[in-house]
T-cell receptor, first 110, second 115 residues
Framework: DAKTTQPNSMESNEEEPVHLPCNHS???????IHWYRQLPSQGPEYVIH???SNVNNRMASLAIAEDRKSSTLILHRATLRDAAVYYC???????????FGTGTLLAVQP | NAGVMQNPRHLVRRRGQEARLRCSPM?????VYWYRQLPEEGLKFMVY????????ESGMPKERFSAEFPKEGPSILRIQQVVRGDSAAYFC?????????????FGNGTRLTVT
């Protein structure tokens, strides 16, 4: 499975946008980019996924670089409830088995 | 529309006892995945099952651990003769068949404590 690299931690202020980066320089043509997050004491929660084009949903936006070697998860207005570990994962699609890395711990300050 | 249900939420076992963790997938989902999260660590894939079949058990310890997903009823992760190192949160996820690129839906886990 191709590997992703994320910063260990980031900080944001409440109601400001947050840009969470992910590098995946060895991504293959069929790999989808998935983002999940895990709030304290809960199971992971799906956030968004995409292949080539930028994607938007009610939770976030996903900006994918033209060469697909990096992507950015954008939370438009961070709230205290967005404090979580965010995981960027590549999915080759043969199975839905996802391999989680260490993710980015996002702290949101009031 | 109930999500993935895991029970029990918390389980305490003495060393040497057996632990049975249950996972009921979302309605219409035929694929189940088990993950383990040790304290202060990331999620590690254990096993991936379809109804009555183990598809990928590459993350399962070779001894004491087994998993099943019968035709009827929940998926079960069974740990025999538990040791302190088995203390962790065990998460189950479900999905429709792969190929649909559908996201995994996770339960809130079973926290196993071995005393």
């Amino acid at each position: 499975d191709a590997k992703t690299t994320q910063p260990n931690s980031m900080e944001s202020n409440e109601e400001e946008p947050v840009h969470l980066p992910c590098n995946h320089s060895t991504i293959s043509g069929t790999d989808y980019i998935h983002w999940y997050r895990q709030l304290p004491s809960q199971g992971p929660e799906y956030v968004i996924h995409g292949l080539t084009s930028n994607v938007n949903n009610r939770m976030a936006s996903l900006a994918i670089a033209e060469d697909r070697k990096s992507s950015t998860l954008i939370l438009h207005r961070a709230t205290l409830r967005d404090a979580a570990v965010y995981y960027c994962i590549l999915d080759g699609g043969a199975t839905n088995k996802l391999i989680f890395g260490t993710g980015t711990l996002l702290a949101v300050q009031p | 529309n109930a999500g993935v249900m895991q029970n029990p939420r918390h389980l305490v076992r003495r060393r040497g006892q057996e632990a049975r963790l249950r996972c009921s997938p979302m309605k219409g989902h035929s694929h189940v995945y088990w993950y383990r999260q040790l304290p202060e660590e990331g999620l590690k894939f254990m096993v991936y099952l379809q109804k009555e079949n183990i598809i990928d058990e590459s993350g399962m310890p070779k001894e004491r651990f087994s998993a099943e997903f019968p035709k009827e009823g929940p998926s079960i992760l069974r740990i025999q003769q538990v040791v302190r190192g088995d203390s962790a949160a065990y998460f189950c996820a479900s999905s429709p068949p792969p190929g649909a690129r559908s996201p995994l839906h996770f339960g809130n886990g079973t926290r196993l404590t071995v005393t």
